[in-house]
């Protein structure tokens, strides 16, 4: 790889966002249609498998439309992160462009566009064993400890932190413990994305008609399915107890997908569905406005105007041009 950061020479990432219920999904088949391309879901809850449904997954006409990729690979008691989508999306985007083709990568997982775009930090995975035990020491300790044992083994990076910041004391003692450096020197070792390689476009949705699209889709996944969906992946017909804090516990991302905390409570008889469902479209707007914090931070983003009777083709248009002038 020379000069191009994360990517080789002649790959070129389209990067498609938005909040959800933006209209990501025709327009990203209506580009690669366009363009040649194939695309690569950034959605971190569209990787698992059996919940295409409260994902709101793109359909099987779509996909037979347009190679996808990232769709329902894993099950949903596994665990996938930012650091993995980045290395498959990099790897997936070298292969798509190895066959001619535009490697289009669209969703709303904020910090798995950051990732893609600004890389990650190579820094160890979490230690459970090795937390507990900081954990612990400092209780024996007192609340100075973490602090002072950081500023022993890395003093610049013991300068960086507040001392009552346990969190990240615990979480840089344990990258000195596991990798035997100091955790000042690997912090911010990323392999950003150089401009060239990318153009990254969001999808600006008029607030009250972005609000509304988000109400009606909490209504079609209920009738389409959704609590299905839930009661198959948390085991409900086996025991509807399965339904509550401890079904949920065993899904260590899953679980935060939007849809499952939120009809889980209906499975396990404590409210009814209609409950579910205003609680399902109140946290899908409130994250819809955390997504567009991030798509605000996205480095070089353009926005497009997508309101209402605006058509995904049209959009398209747009984006398709702005990307073969190199905009």
Same mark, same amino acid.
């Given at each position: ?105 669209? &969703?709303?997982? =904020?910090?798995?566009? +950051? %990732?893609?775009?600004? @890389? *990650?930090?190579? /820094? #160890?995975? !979490?230690?459970?064993? $090795? ?103 948390? &085991?409900?017909? =086996?025991?509807?107890? +399965? %339904?509550?804090?401890? @079904? *949920?516990?065993? /899904? #260590?991302? !899953?679980?935060?997908? $939007? ?69």
């Amino acid at each position: 790889m020379t000069g191009r950061g994360a990517l080789p020479d002649g790959v070129r990432l389209l990067v498609l966002t938005g909040p959800t219920a933006s209209g990501k999904t025709a327009v990203a088949v209506q580009l690669a249609e366009q363009l040649g391309g194939e695309v690569v879901s950034a959605d971190s809850m569209q990787v698992y498998r059996g919940l295409a449904i409260v994902s709101a997954a793109p359909s099987e006409a779509d996909r037979g439309r347009v190679p996808h990729h990232l769709l329902g690979i894993i099950e949903p008691r596994e665990r996938f992160d930012a650091a993995r989508f980045r290395s498959k999306a990099l790897e997936l985007a070298v292969e798509i462009a190895g066959r001619g083709r535009v490697p289009i990568v669209a &969703g709303g997982s =904020g910090l798995y566009l +950051s %990732a893609l775009v600004d @890389g *990650l930090s190579e /820094l #160890p995975r !979490a230690d459970a064993a $090795l937390r507990q035990e900081l954990t612990e020491r400092s209780n024996r300790e007192g609340p100075g400890w973490l602090h002072a044992e950081l500023e022993r083994l890395d003093p610049e990076g013991a300068a960086r932190l507040h001392p009552n910041d346990s969190h990240r004391l615990v979480r840089a003692l344990e990258i000195c413990r596991l990798t035997g450096r100091p955790y000042s020197v690997q912090v911010g070792a990323r392999r950003p994305l150089v401009a060239e390689a990318f153009a990254a476009f969001a999808l600006d949705v008029p607030r009250e008609e972005l609000c509304r699209r988000i109400d009606l889709r909490a209504r079609r996944m209920l009738e389409d399915g959704a609590l299905g969906e839930v009661a198959r992946i948390l &085991g409900v017909e =086996g025991s509807p107890a +399965s %339904a509550g804090p401890a @079904g *949920l516990a065993a /899904l #260590p991302t !899953a679980r935060q997908m $939007l849809g499952v905390p939120q009809l889980a409570p209906c499975l396990a008889g404590e409210e009814p569905v209609a409950a579910g469902l205003e609680r399902l479209a109140r946290d899908t707007r409130r994250f819809a406005r955390k997504q567009l914090a991030w798509c605000r931070r996205l480095r070089g983003v353009r926005w497009i105007a997508a309101p209402d009777g605006r058509a995904a083709s049209e959009i398209a248009d747009e984006i398709s041009t702005r990307w073969k002038a190199g905009m």
